[in-house]
């Protein structure tokens, strides 16, 4: 990753229920933005969580590849206006 | 066709008969004896912008009558028994979704390949049973060119009013044989033929059934986002993988055509009302026992003749308002015999059987119920 | 909205959100190619009530039971011959078939080939991921030789088909490979076959981590993956030789043919009514 500041562009909203823990989102998003959560949904899966880290170039730039790849319909990226 | 009188075959008046009925679509493979009914579409449906589509193979064939029959189209294929062995996979599907479609079966000497071109009445049982699973189906069977072609309205009628496959049977004696045929005049016809129920907006659940246990039948790309499996369903078309689900679906199944029964059956009463014997017949074979009858009536025995038109639903109070010794005629090892003896209350029931290949002369069947 | 957000949204019209999550194992390809179909619809404007859905038997035939538009789960292996109905009946109607490699080229396989040769204009998504999901992982028509599965304990002795090959022997109009790593390439795929007529084929290398992965080395979703993405290689003028499948080797993907304005069986027929009406 380059040194140049990302800019922020987008939020995720994950449906919790819907994933089933595959992590695809959480290795393909180029700025790291998904991790695995250590919670458990009521089908005891462990979904991603969106954390940011300005500082370390982590957001979201809403390329859209975690809802491309997510096989469950479970992500959503809103873009920033 | 123009009304009037025509001289045809079985499989060309079966041909007629479905396409006077409003069958407008038509997929098939050819197999002896019934091909001409698929050359005779072939030549026909387009005229009248039908479509006729040769398949690879009959269970292509079936497949691509149900989806047709989806869209709204009254769609048909035509088979003989070897033929109706690969169909009875999509049989199920089509009992399954409820698709109206009718499947003609001209049946040959039997089992396997058999007697191509020769009568038999070994496929009654698998008519009725073919597919897997408990289901109810309905089973049509004509005797002479003229009924091949009238029969037809009722196959398909029935078809969609209840949302069942019907199966039309002729046998390789009708399917070859001419005969003279009177067709009615087009409005006549056209009185006749009855829409399947379709639902007047987006049910919300499009498998429920209105009290006659039949559901009005969404089309395909009219927004009714239509979902249909051959799984067990529930009434939204969703699977459903429940013994409840399974009760309900399966029971109501079978019960929308035992409901309806009455309607369904067709029987010709020939000479019973003061017969001590009759003779249980059907297609082909009934030819001959209506010679045998006439026959023993000239000779003053008191024997008559039930022709079965419907098989399936099996017609059983036509067999249990008689007391008489009865007879079954038929070109198998004895397969209604068992549904007559079923239903005979006490009363002798004795198989004629031949194997097929020619129906039996009336003096057989003289014979076998104690000579004239 | 942004264009990617209307998609996402549209994708939700598009899918009987009530009956999700799916029964798809975690990290199963379906859903991504699902995905990936919905959207290109979305993007390709088709109105949701003239298409149609159709799926055969199998963990890739459920697909027709997720999609919110008219659609048809059929049985084992008939999901192109009842297409054919449909499309044949109204030829207005947009019709997919999406089913699995078990279900198009083993036992549909016949009518895949007829169906192909006849040029009837439907789309086909086969899914392939290597083997029989939904009934526990047996080997299939399209299992590398060599590949380990419930029926081939001590690896596949069989030869898996070469599908792209197979269609365009028979004069398929449009046939492509992707894999599901491919998520934009596929969509792309889609939406331009979808704007295509004729029979159009598109296979999806798709993972089954669940029983296929767990026998071949690549037990968790993201170990498949990798693989994928690895080993595909872009080569649209693909010989024979390279579109091959073999066992954990290079997967050659691309648009392996696009061929225009080949006349489909639909309006070949309107010829045959054209004839017949001026015949009498
Ligand atoms: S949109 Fe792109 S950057 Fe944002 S979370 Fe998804 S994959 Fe990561
Ligand atoms: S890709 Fe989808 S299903 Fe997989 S972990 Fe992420 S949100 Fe969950
Ligand atoms: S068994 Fe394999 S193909 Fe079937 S849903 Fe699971 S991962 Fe997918």
Not at chain 2, 71 to 95: C, D, F, H
Not at chain 2, 342 to 363: F, Q, S
Not at chain 3, 239 to 246: A, D, R, T
């Amino acid at each position: 990753m380059s040194d140049k500041k990302l800019k922020k562009k987008g939020n995720v909203k994950i449906d919790i229920e819907r994933c089933k823990g595959c992590w695809y989102c959480v290795n393909y998003c180029p700025t790291k933005v998904l991790m695995v959560s250590d919670e458990l949904n009521s089908k005891g899966y462990h979904p991603p969580k969106f954390i940011e880290n300005p500082e370390e170039n982590k957001v979201c730039i809403a390329c859209h590849l975690c809802e491309l790849y997510c096989p469950d319909f479970a992500i959503f990226v809103e873009e920033l206006k | 066709m123009k009304s009037g009188y025509y001289f045809w075959s079985g499989d060309i008046a079966a041909a007629e008969g479905a396409i006077a009925a409003g069958c407008r679509f038509y997929a098939g493979y050819p197999i002896t004896p019934s091909s001409e009914i698929a050359e005779r579409m072939a030549l026909r449906l387009p005229q009248i912008g039908g479509k006729f589509i040769q398949m690879e193979d009959e269970i292509g064939s079936i497949a691509a009558i149900i989806g047709a029959s989806w869209t709204g189209e009254r769609a048909m294929t035509a088979t003989s028994g070897p033929g109706i062995s690969l169909m009875n996979e999509n049989i199920g599907l089509a009992i399954m979704m409820e698709a109206p479609i009718v499947v003609v079966n001209a049946m040959r000497g039997d089992p396997s390949t058999g007697l191509p071109t020769l009568i038999g009445q070994g496929d009654l049982m698998q008519a009725r049973y073919g597919s897997h699973g408990s289901y109810e189906i309905i089973v049509l069977y004509p005797n002479s060119i003229q009924e091949t072609f009238d029969l037809m309205m009722d196959a398909f009628n029935m078809a969609e009013k209840y949302r069942v496959p019907v199966m039309y049977l002729i046998d390789a004696l009708l399917a070859h044989m001419f005969e003279r045929v009177y067709v009615p005049p087009e409005e006549e016809i056209e009185r006749k033929i009855i829409r399947r129920k379709v639902p007047n907006k987006v049910p919300s659940r499009p498998f429920e059934p209105d009290d006659d246990l039949v559901p009005p039948m969404p089309l395909i790309g009219q927004g009714h986002k239509i979902h249909a499996t051959g799984l067990t369903h529930d009434e939204r078309g969703y699977p459903n993988l429940t013994p409840k689900a399974q009760e309900k679906l399966v029971r109501r199944l079978n019960e929308k055509i035992i409901k309806h029964e009455r309607e369904i059956w067709k029987v010709e009463e020939y000479k019973t009302e003061d017969a001590d014997k009759i003779i249980v017949s059907f297609g082909g074979e009934s030819r001959a026992v209506r010679n045998a009858v006439n026959s023993a009536r000239k000779n003053g025995k008191k024997v008559g003749m039930l022709r079965l038109i419907t098989l399936w639903p099996f017609p059983h109070e036509f067999i249990k308002k008689y007391t008489a010794d009865f007879y079954v005629a038929e070109l198998n090892y004895g397969q209604m015999y068992h549904k007559v003896r079923e239903y005979a209350d006490g009363n002798n029931v004795k198989l004629i059987a031949k194997m097929g290949g020619e129906i039996h002369t009336p003096n057989e069947i003289l014979k076998e119920i104690g000579g004239v | 909205m942004s264009l990617m957000e209307d998609l996402r949204y549209g994708v939700e019209d598009l899918l009987r959100t009530e009956r999700l999550p799916h029964v798809w194992c975690p990290g199963c390809g379906i859903g991504i190619t699902l995905n990936a179909f919905l959207r290109a619809v979305l993007r390709r404007k088709i109105d949701p009530n003239k298409l149609v859905v159709v799926s055969g038997i199998g963990c890739t035939g459920r697909a027709a039971g997720y999609v919110n538009v008219d659609s048809f789960h059929t049985t084992h292996g008939r999901a192109i011959p009842f297409a054919i109905g449909i499309k044949f009946a109204r030829p207005e109607l947009t019709v997919v078939v999406f089913s699995g490699d078990g279900d198009l080229f083993a036992i549909g396989g016949n009518h895949f080939v007829n169906a192909a040769r006849r040029n009837h204009s439907i789309l086909v998504i086969a899914v392939n991921n290597f083997t029989y999901g939904m009934t526990g992982g047996q080997h299939g028509p399209t299992t590398p030789t060599g590949a380990y599965t419930t029926t081939t304990p001590y690896g596949n002795p069989d030869r898996p088909f070469n599908i792209p090959h197979l269609a365009i022997s028979l004069g398929a109009p449009y046939v492509a490979r992707w894999t599901t790593y491919h998520v934009n390439q596929l969509q792309n795929s889609i939406y331009k076959a979808l704007g295509m007529k004729g029979f159009r084929l598109i296979e999806v290398i798709s993972q089954c981590p669940t029983v296929y992965g767990r026998r071949n080395s690549m037990r968790t979703p993201l170990s498949m993956m990798e693989y994928f993405e690895k080993n595909s290689i872009v080569k649209n003028d693909a010989s024979f030789e390279e579109m091959e499948l073999k066992y954990n080797e290079k997967i050659v993907v691309g648009e392996f043919r696009v061929a225009k304005d080949i006349p489909t069986y639909e309006e070949r027929y309107d010829e045959v009514i054209r004839r017949a009406k001026n015949a009498d």
